[in-house]
């Protein structure tokens, strides 16, 4: 059979990628911007179009059939190729510019984002930025489904992504007031030895990076009263204010607190001092690379103090 292609619209393409990424009618519409009966309609017109059954439509749920699926991977390129069409009739337009989908790690971005946020937009008045706080794997998964086109991480990332490094930033052992470390002046890892320290839950990565922390002072990383997970680091500063144990928390975290606050001391580690590094991530075959890379040189360029930005590094 014969295929029209001049018939398939890159809304289909758009339509389908949607469909098979959300496996709900009514998700894959809303993502999209149109209402549910505009996307069933332009998904049938593609049907025909091809000859072929994309989806399969049970009471259960919608998934791709076997050539829809491959279908679908074809379609993430063609959708691809004109990103970077639009990106070289961009070239020498204002550099970033337009819309930008930034996603932020949650134990970063309300310590950063109201810093840069301003002069951001000052420097670039065209640029609109469209911030989403997500975990890290969260981040990664709609970087690959061109959900997002970059990411605030830390590093390590998964392999498959360009990485442009922006910071290291310290941690701070966080203890109450009333700790008996509470009047040093700098502590070091092995002070930490046998104390409960407390945790970001399951999937945040600075839960990761802490629990190294932990493993290396031979730390309680679990509380002798229970295992207390918390959802931010709010949470965690609440909980060692209450005197439920201590907790390891970014430089960033402390902007304005004077150290932790009344009831609560941050303090700082000697040389050399445990610090995650943060870095701008995003898909290699993206076609705003060069966007992104001034991006994160900006960033390197307008850092708060209490971090030390990451120059001439490429990875």
């Known amino acids: 059979m014969k295929v029209d292609l001049t018939a398939i619209t890159l809304s289909e393409l758009r339509y389908a990628v949607a469909l098979a990424e959300e496996r709900h009618f009514g998700r894959a519409a809303a993502r999209c911007h149109v209402t549910q009966p505009t996307l ?3 998904l049938m017109k593609l049907e025909r179009t091809l000859g072929v059954s994309l989806f399969e439509r049970s ?3 919608v998934s791709p059939t076997a050539i829809g699926a491959a279908v679908v991977e074809q379609a993430r390129e063609v959708l ?6 639009l990106e070289l009739a961009r070239e020498g337009q204002e550099p970033l510019s337009g819309v930008l989908r930034l996603g932020v790690i949650p134990t970063l971005s309300p310590y950063l984002l109201p810093w840069l946020a301003r002069p951001l937009a000052k420097s670039f008045p065209e640029l609109k930025l469209v911030f989403r706080e997500l975990k890290t794997d969260d981040i990664v998964a709609e970087l690959e489904q061109h959900r997002l086109d970059c990411g605030l991480l830390a590093l390590p990332v998964p392999s498959g992504l360009v990485t442009d490094p922006l910071f290291d930033e310290p941690f701070f052992w966080l203890v109450p007031a009333k700790h008996a470390a509470a009047g040093k002046k700098s502590v070091r890892e092995s002070d930490l030895e046998s104390e409960p320290v407390l945790l970001l839950e399951e999937g945040h990565c600075l839960r990761d990076q802490a629990l190294k922390v932990c493993e290396r002072a031979h730390t309680q990383s679990e509380h002798a009263e229970g295992d207390f997970r918390a959802t931010s680091i709010e949470t965690l500063r609440q909980m060692v204010a209450a005197g439920m144990g201590t907790t390891l928390v970014p430089a960033l975290a402390l902007i304005g607190r004077e150290r932790g606050g ?9 040389a050399p001092a445990p610090t995650r590094k943060m870095a701008l991530g995003w898909r290699g075959t993206h076609p705003r690379g060069k966007d992104h890379r001034l991006l994160a040189q900006w960033i390197r360029e307008h850092l708060p103090e209490g971090v030390q930005a990451i120059a001439g590094k490429r990875g």
Not at 80 to 85: D, F, K, L, S, Y
Not at 262 to 270: E, Q, S, Y
């Open 40 to 42: 069933s309609a332009q």
């Open 59 to 61: 009471p259960r749920g």
């Open 80 to 85: 691809e190729g004109a990103e970077r069409m």
């Open 262 to 270: 009344k009831a609560t001391v941050a303090l700082p580690f000697a």
